[in-house]
């Protein structure tokens, strides 16, 4: 007997990389040496450190019963302490920091703690789809916002009708950003506080890539003053320390807004085991070994297929943040034109822009995540082909 999923399922886009996945396998089944540009996960182990402590929490019997409310006190002090000295920000570690089963589940779960039906979320495009995903499942009505080139991929908070900024709950954010690579601004960031106060506004800014940053440094939205006021942060120890499987971050920012994300935790999971707790907080102390030299890797990594592609003629824009390119396509191709023939022509697996929204047409993205040498090769591929 077949049983229908619930309706809210419809209202989600389709599901616009299924078509490359099966070209990517088809390729793969053939025998080719698929570069698989495609995935935003880190190549690189965790770090043994990080392993070990794992490793000594899990024979530790302490660590076998429900991680119940806001988790491990030892790891609440170590994020305030590290958010301390990296952004020179004071979070009470009681009140204002919570532990998340990385940011994927805590974007879901605030879109549930806050958003009623019928409330709009205003939602930048090109996004990682589940600002979308969660707010329709909320029952919310998400109001897109472009992110473009010219406007050095910010929202234009400006152009949003005043009528719709006074129905909006939520302003979800971004920064570093994915897909576009972009680093926020302090005077955006400024921009955007100015503008949740003025709307009574909730900030959810994702920062699952904060500390993946280049050239200048990433910056926490909590460093505005007054931004405790009205926004909520989310950081993720993920990409930061090469623990996409461990599923382990925090939420920070606004008491209220903190309590809320935990009193709907509270009701739908059990916590993130004190192991992994006890493993993250030993990944903070020791951030300073770690994550430098993983940033070096990516920066190498971009700067070969960046300047790369832009000598072969193609117009990359390097990015300031995160592990991801944004690519314009060659004149007169669309996204997918482009990643079908890189996959079909090159072997090389890339992702559509307009996967990411409608804005993210005449692009492609493309991630660091597979050696230098390989990127190189890429460019070589790349080279080959005639647009
Ligand atoms: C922008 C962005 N936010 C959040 C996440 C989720 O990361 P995690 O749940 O592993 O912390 C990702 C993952 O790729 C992402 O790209």
């Not at 939520?170 to 003025?198: I, M, Q, R």
């Amino acid at each position: 007997m077949p049983f229908a999923v619930a309706d809210r399922f419809k209202l989600l886009p389709p599901y616009l990389f299924a078509e490359i996945d099966k070209k990517k396998k088809a390729a793969m089944k053939a025998g080719h040496d698929v570069i698989n540009l495609g995935i935003g996960d880190p190549d690189t182990p965790t770090p043994r450190v990080i392993v070990e402590a794992l490793q000594k929490a899990a024979a530790d019997p302490a660590t076998h019963s429900y991680a119940l409310d806001n988790g491990d006190p030892g790891f609440r002090n170590e994020i305030a302490s590290f958010f301390k000295r990296r952004f020179g920000v004071t979070l009470d570690p009681d009140k204002e920091i919570y532990p998340t089963i990385g940011s994927k589940e805590a974007l879901a779960n605030f879109a549930f703690a806050f958003v009623n039906p019928g409330e709009i979320t205003l939602v930048p495009e090109p996004c990682y789809p589940v600002y979308r995903g969660a707010t329709y499942f909320a029952g919310g009505v998400p109001l897109y916002m472009d992110l473009r080139e010219e406007n050095d991929f910010f929202p234009d908070l400006d152009a949003i009708d005043p009528r719709d900024a006074a129905r909006a709950k939520v302003l979800w954010l971004n920064y570093p950003n994915s897909p576009t690579g972009k680093l926020a601004t302090k005077a955006f960031f400024e921009k955007a506080v100015a503008f949740a106060k003025k709307y009574n506004i909730i900030i959810l800014q994702d920062a699952a890539y904060t500390e993946m940053y280049f050239d200048a440094k990433a910056i926490s939205i909590l460093e505005i003053p007054g931004a405790k006021d009205v926004a909520l942060e989310l950081h993720s120890c993920s990409k930061t320390f090469s623990m996409t499987g461990w599923r382990v971050g925090w939420a920070c920012g606004n008491a209220d807004l903190v309590q809320g994300l935990g009193r709907m935790k509270s009701n739908v999971d059990s916590g993130i085991w004190t192991a992994i707790q006890r493993a993250s907080t030993v990944a903070l102390q020791n951030y300073d070994a770690i994550v430098p030299p993983l940033m070096k890797m990516y920066k190498q990594r971009r700067d070969t297929f960046c300047n790369g592609l832009n000598a072969i003629g193609w117009n990359v824009r390097p990015p300031e943040g995160t592990f991801y390119t944004w690519i314009k396509v060659p004149k007169g191709a669309t996204s997918a034109e482009t990643t079908t023939r890189l996959l079909e022509e090159a072997h090389i697996v890339t992702t559509p822009g307009n996967g990411f929204g409608a804005p993210g047409e005449g692009y492609i993205r493309a991630t660091l995540t597979v050696p230098e040498e390989r990127l190189a090769e890429a460019v070589q591929r790349i080279k080959k082909l005639k647009w």
